[in-house]
């Protein structure tokens, strides 16, 4: 039966390696590792013995002097089909049908011969001959759904199948056709349903009990997989085990039991050392069920892996911070392609995790001499700074922007290396560019800020943290930014922020932050008028953020504070 893959794809989230919030991480930049299961194809449904066995009891059940020709003509076909010689047998079968053979089983015959030879549409039309000179019988619309499936056509496999489960009820290969063909097309219920009526007809059938866990797995009924794969067990025949024990271990890593997968698919790998996605999936589980990735001895990688496998698997290793793995595994990728920028920037990030940040600069020098790159050289303006070249990363920071001025992370960390060493214009002149470039980066308008209130200018930081606070409302470190300055800000300036924070607070009725910084912004407002001063309303407002977050020191400070000035 035609197979299908399915594949469950996840990504690492970077960490940040400049220890600063808002520095998007270095580890990794720019790269989406895509981690998958390990794909399980379905096997073909071998059918056509059984269905010779049919045809030939057909045709030695006939009596007369044409069937007596039909049954020598078809044990010539059967003997050449059976010897290899499939283009004979289909012309001894097509000789006999021009001399005047009319019988089911010839023409079965030759839709199994002409099926082998890759003549679908002469095997298609052989096997609706069989349905038409035996249309009350599974046989013909068997091997019909058996063609269809190959060729893709699943719907139209159902639909035989369908058809020969209904002639004969009991049929074991009509229902395992049928189970299959609708689980290729994502009916897992259903098909689960056929499969295990099938399974009971022959129980312990290997591809009968493959196919029903494989279509409890794709159901995430895992526990019922799981129990059908306990009770099929794994056959002898090397290829079968192979499938069998990966198939064990998709289904326990879907279950997160990392232990057992990583033994299925290390009894699948020792069966097959070959298989590279066998291999990647053991290193997968293997580093999943380790408390300390990397204590697990892992056996050798296939060999001849391409360097798309090889940059895989170092992705993988680097991204449980596995070096002394992951290094090997990229530098041989640059070995057959030395311009690759996944490996060489992933190679500099392990080199530099492992002590050798010269060696990781010195990578990146090279690699940019030849190939300008911006996500290079901001890697490198990281690893610059880390190493105490600071003038060097500004210009390696510099240099990314130029390259790649539409990215808003590049930005972000040129205007912070300047904040970081006190140079406050560049750094606000950079972030006063990225408020124009993305507007609607709240990051932007926070390292805008924080390059105002560095120079004493509290009025715009407070403006440029209110609008990342209206930008990003949810987001902890822009209200803390903002809470930095409402000391610093004059009681009086706060009167022209009052309108835009109570329109966040209207609109996030729910948020003790957002109230709080209005009610803290109104009293500090009102309190400068003195005696004048109408503290009902911040009273209230502050009184709402502690309800709505008790824990929450800076609200129970102001709220204090209010309640020191009504005496």
Excluded at 17 to 23: E, K, L, M, S, Y
Excluded at 67 to 94: H, V
Excluded at 417 to 439: M, N, S
């Amino acid at each position: 039966m035609a197979g299908r893959r399915r594949r469950n794809t996840g990504a690492r989230a970077c960490q940040s390696a400049r220890c600063h919030p808002g520095r998007q991480g270095n580890h990794h930049t720019g790269i989406v590792l895509k981690l998958s299961f390990l794909s399980i194809q379905r096997g073909t449904l071998l059918v056509a013995l059984s269905f010779l066995l049919v045809c030939a009891a057909t045709v030695r059940s006939l009596a007369s002097p044409q069937a007596t020709d039909a049954q020598a003509a078809f044990n010539q076909a059967l003997g050449l089909l059976q010897a290899g010689k499939t283009a004979d047998a289909l012309t001894s079968i097509d000789n006999a049908i021009a001399a005047g053979a009319r019988d089911p089983s010839l023409y079965n015959l030759k839709g199994l011969a002409a099926g082998e030879l890759g003549h679908a549409q002469e095997a298609e039309e052989s096997f609706r001959t069989v349905i038409r000179l035996q249309p009350n019988a599974a046989m013909g619309y068997n091997n019909l759904g058996v063609l269809l499936a190959k060729l893709g056509r699943n719907r139209e496999a159902a639909t035989a199948f369908h058809e020969a489960h209904t002639r004969e009820p009991q049929n074991f290969n009509a229902l395992l056709g049928l189970g299959t063909s609708l689980a290729a097309l994502q009916k897992y219920d259903e098909a689960a349903g056929y499969l295990q009526k099938a399974w009971n007809l022959h129980p312990g059938d290997f591809q009968c009990g493959y196919e029903w866990a494989h279509t409890l797995l794709e159901a995430k009924q895992l526990s019922a997989a799981k129990k059908v794969l306990d009770q099929l067990g794994a056959p002898q025949e090397p290829d079968s085990a192979v499938k069998y024990y990966s198939l064990s271990g998709v289904v326990a890593e879907r279950m997160n039991e990392f232990a057992s997968a990583a033994k299925s698919y290390g009894q699948a790998y020792a069966l097959n050392p070959s298989s590279y996605d066998i291999y990647l999936a053991l290193v997968r589980a293997t580093l999943s069920m380790d408390p300390e990735p990397g204590k697990t001895t892992l056996p050798a990688p296939p060999e001849g892996l391409s360097p798309s496998q090889n940059l895989a698997l170092g992705l993988l290793f680097a991204s449980r911070d596995i070096f002394d793995q992951a290094i090997p595994r990229l530098q041989a990728v640059l070995q057959t392609d030395p311009s690759n920028e996944v490996a060489i920037l992933n190679l500099a990030l392990a080199e530099k995790s492992t002590g050798k940040s010269s060696d990781a600069i010195d990578r990146l020098h090279r690699a940019l001499a030849s190939h300008p790159s911006a996500v290079l050289y901001n890697t490198l303006g990281g690893m610059e700074e880390g190493s105490g070249h600071y003038v060097e990363a500004v210009q390696s920071y510099q240099r990314a922007v130029e390259l790649d001025p539409t990215n808003e992370q590049y930005y972000f960390d040129l205007g912070l290396e300047y904040l970081i060493h006190f140079t406050f214009g560049p750094a606000a002149e950079v972030y006063r560019v990225g408020i124009q470039k993305f507007p609607t980066s709240s990051r932007q308008y926070l390292g805008l800020g924080f390059s105002h209130y560095a120079v004493r200018e509290y009025r715009q930081a407070a403006d440029a943290f209110t609008t990342a606070l209206e930008l990003d409302p949810d987001s902890p470190a822009v209200f803390r930014a903002w809470d930095s300055v409402l000391d610093s800000l004059s009681p009086n300036d706060w009167q022209e922020f009052l309108p835009r924070l109570d329109r966040l607070a209207a609109a996030h009725p729910q948020s003790a932050e957002l109230t709080f910084c209005l009610g803290a912004a109104l009293f500090r407002s009102e309190f400068a008028k003195g005696q004048k001063a109408a503290l009902d309303r911040s009273q209230t407002l502050l009184e709402k953020s502690v309800r709505l977050r008790p824990d929450f020191p800076a609200a129970h400070l102001e709220l204090g504070a209010l309640y020191a000035a009504r005496r």
